[in-house]
């Protein structure tokens, strides 16, 4: 099967937080794998594809957060001890580009260190 992806994604956690659209609560999460453009991250909250989802991400070493947006492209259900959880895939819009940028170099940074 041939590789679809444009951007190298990463095995690294990075914080996630954002509001549950049912209970306006925030949720906490970190990513499984991002790239420049997209990443998947689980959560208990069920998500629908085509949702948009307003997020702060948590940059190491300091966890600045930086604001994005997030379209829904893919979500999947996983056991968790009875428990409802799913993974979601998401693709970002960046509201700030220099955001963007931060993300890329971290994820730049990684690569070449392993």
Avoid at 24 to 39: C, W
Avoid at 83 to 98: A, L, P, R
Wanted: charged share 30%; glycine share 6%.
């Amino acid at each position: 099967m041939k590789e679809r992806r444009k951007f190298v994604r990463v095995d690294t956690p990075v914080l996630i937080e954002y509001k549950n659209p049912k209970t306006r609560k925030t949720e906490r999460s970190f990513t499984s794998d991002v790239s420049q453009k997209g990443m998947r991250f689980p959560s208990n909250v069920s998500f629908k594809i085509g949702d948009t989802l307003k997020m702060e991400l948590g940059m190491p070493p300091h966890e600045e957060m930086m604001g994005v947006n997030g379209h829904i492209v893919w979500v999947r259900e996983i056991a968790q001890y009875t428990i409802s959880q799913y993974e979601i895939g998401i693709t970002f819009e960046w509201e700030e580009k220099h955001d963007a940028h931060a993300l890329a170099q971290y994820l730049q940074s990684l690569v070449v260190q392993d």
